[in-house]
């Protein structure tokens, strides 16, 4: 069953941390790789179905629409349903890139031998059918139960990593047989609580998630890598809360650093490449910040659940919408492991209880922060990010 981008949000709130050392220091480190092709990309569906996106897409210039995939088990080839959106998602994304997230529910997560090779064959057959897909998600937010079950054995041993690392590995050389420059990337969530017995949203943290995919790695001691990007959520606490927050668990942009730790330790030494060795980066594939809607309202549902909204624009009412994406993408730049940054969306969700994270409203007209991301997209693509003012910004 197809998840709807609504159905893909996980829990999105965690503690924050008040130290900034870490992430002034490695916005210092290996200047060289800082800004090295980096990808600016939006989550959208309505690729899908929306015709005359790629005058949107060329006018902001952004690199990829990231599109959602259903999966099933026991499903090898695309349906003709599954074929007919995808046909208009390419048509529809014009001169931009597609990133193929393939999931289905929890319960189907591709946890055995057999159900491994049905889903990699799926994918597989897809990109045979589509040879202009550039890049896959393997599964979305595996750390999460929300998206991916068992996380956990019966006796509370963990599961899951194990797991996808086999994912990983299966659809590696599945996909890279027929499709060598297709890139492979992971997709986790930047929060959990490592409880096996808790009463809602068992997962895995981001540090254990890690941790135990390396582990599984090492004992198969497999002589080929499992994947070509590390695709990491970073939403924060709320949308008021500058990228560069650190966090005492979770991972924001911000925690860049212990992201890349946490990779180093769990496969430096391997066939495994961490972010910023060869051609191997992390991508944060989903990023957003919450606006008000007030201007069109009638084209909202419901009401608003997030008490942490921004403006779209203006100076009285810092941050807003504006200068949390400009900062965010300066950031991602400045990274130098980092290639790639998602918004989600591109246009609003229509119901309130969904997300209003676009550079759109509802009724696909631009939000005044429509220009601020045209334009730190431009900066990007003519690598004119000032890292060192950005730099002394968050000193």
Not at 63 to 91: M, N
Not at 260 to 286: C, H, M, N
Not at 288 to 316: M, N, W
Request: glycine fraction near 8%; charge should be positive; hydrophobic fraction near 40%.
């Amino acid at each position: 069953m197809q998840l709807r981008m609504t159905q893909r949000r996980g829990l999105v709130r965690s503690m924050l941390g008040a130290a900034l050392v870490v992430v002034v220091a490695a916005l210092a480190a290996t200047p060289a790789l800082a800004g090295r092709g980096l990808v600016v990309g939006v989550n959208e569906d309505a690729a899908k179905w929306r015709p005359g996106l790629s005058a949107i897409g060329n006018d902001l210039n952004f690199g990829y629409y990231r599109v959602t995939q259903g999966w099933q088990p026991g499903q090898t080839q695309p349906s003709a349903s599954d074929t007919e959106s995808l046909t208009a998602a390419l048509a529809n994304a014009g001169s931009q890139k597609i990133l193929l997230s393939v999931s289905g529910t929890s319960s189907a997560a591709p946890a055995t031998a057999s159900s491994r090779a049905e889903y990699c064959s799926f994918v597989s057959s897809v990109l045979d059918r589509f040879p202009q897909i550039a890049a896959v998600n393997i599964w979305n937010e595996a750390n999460l139960s929300y998206f991916w079950k068992p996380q956990f054995n019966r006796n509370g041993s963990s599961a899951a990593p194990a797991a996808y690392e086999a994912l990983l590995a299966r659809c590696y050389d599945t996909i890279k047989s027929g499709h060598p420059s297709v890139r492979l990337i992971t997709s986790i969530s930047p929060r959990g609580n490592d409880n096996p017995r808790a009463r809602s949203n068992i997962s895995h943290s981001a540090r254990n998630f890690i941790k135990k995919m390396g582990q599984a790695y090492r004992r198969s001691h497999r002589r080929a890598r499992i994947f070509d990007a590390w695709g990491q959520n970073i939403y924060g606490s709320n949308s008021k809360e500058r990228p560069w927050a650190r966090h005492r668990l979770d991972i924001g942009e911000g925690d860049y650093a212990r992201l890349l730790s946490y990779l180093k330790s769990a496969f430096g030494g391997t066939r495994q490449p961490v972010p910023g060795q060869k051609d191997v980066r992390i991508w944060y594939l989903e990023d957003g910040f919450q606006t008000s809607i007030a201007p069109k309202r009638s084209f909202y549902l419901s009401s608003e659940t997030d008490r942490h909204v921004v403006e779209p624009l203006g100076r009285s009412s810092l941050p807003n919408q504006a200068s949390q994406l400009t900062d965010a993408v300066r950031l991602a730049y400045c990274q130098p492991a980092v290639g790639g940054w998602f918004n989600f969306l591109l246009a609003d969700e229509p119901s309130l209880h969904g997300w209003q994270s676009g550079v759109l409203f509802a009724d696909w007209t631009p939000k005044p922060s429509y220009q601020a991301f045209k334009s730190v997209i431009a900066e990007v693509k003519a690598d004119r990010v000032n890292c060192a003012k950005l730099r002394a910004r968050i000193k």
